[in-house]
């Protein structure tokens, strides 16, 4: 198996990485299934990297459909310690307007029907996320950027994601809660990943790009599909620039991260005890503890 330290997933807009070299698909099955598509290996300025793009090739999978379990998993496989995910997000404040970027330090979870956690089934885990993105890697994004010339876009380096279920935009009422509540951007995919990538001992950090300003402004219009595609493609172009130079400084100087000794302190069932099956099913995960 190809072993790669830096995982890439492309949220809608960002499919493929036009930079990537050497490029070859692997298919991977899972214990929870096939991730969404195959896992795009390649190099970028000679790093090794794996792609992977989030709601399939195409865009044929909802935010509920996407396979998160199945997807962590893979990255897992590939050997994949820090994991960067792209995401298109609406702006819930004034001061983050379209096509800027954000790097959220927190989440809030409104999702109803996602599967996030690999435990249960005779092996309990419960991972520490009061700060639920890696500190480092998270600086790592903003060097990245805070080094690119990018016109008429404004970095802003925490905030709040809400996570939402979808597929459906929010309502006027929900967007003005979610403001209430200090909400800085709105997605409908990023904190199952957060929560899997921890209990996988990966590092995880979100590049959020504004593409709307949601439902609640009121000198904007209401969010559209044509609206979000048109500042996607602006967001891509920069999206691939941003990850670029981020590969580049995590290969040259990889930080340290406490994601990486995640399950350390979080397992509670006694391993010896729990049922083979389940041991079986999350043999990668546990090897460092079993």
Known sequence: MTHTKIGIIGGSGLYQMEALQSIRKVHLETPFGAPSDAMILGELDGVPVAFLARHGQGHHLT??????????????????????SASAVGSLTANVKPLDIVIPDQFIDRTRHRVSSFFGEGIVAHIA??????????????????????PGIDLHTEGTYV???????????????????????????????????????????????????????????????DMVIGNLQHNAQNAQKIIQEAVKRLAANPPSSSAHQALRNAILTPLAQAPAATKKRLALLLQKYL
């Not at 459909?65 to 994991?83: D, M, T």
């Open 163 to 225: 996570c939402m279920e979808g597929p459906a935009f929010s309502t006027l009422a929900e967007s003005e809660l979610y403001r209430s509540w200090g909400g800085t951007v709105i997605g409908m995919t990023n904190l199952p990943e957060a929560k899997l990538a921890r209990e996988a001992e990966i590092a995880y950090a979100t590049l959020a790009l504004v593409t709307d300003y949601d439902c609640w402004h009121p000198d904007h219009e209401h969010v559209t599909v």
């Open 129 to 150: 996320f009061g700060h639920p993105v890696c500190k480092n890697l998270a600086k790592v994004l903003v060097e990245a950027i805070e080094s690119l010339t990018l």
């Open 63 to 84: 935010p509920t459909e996407i396979p998160f379990r199945a997807n962590i998993h893979a990255f897992k496989q590939l050997g994949v310690e820090y994991l960067i």
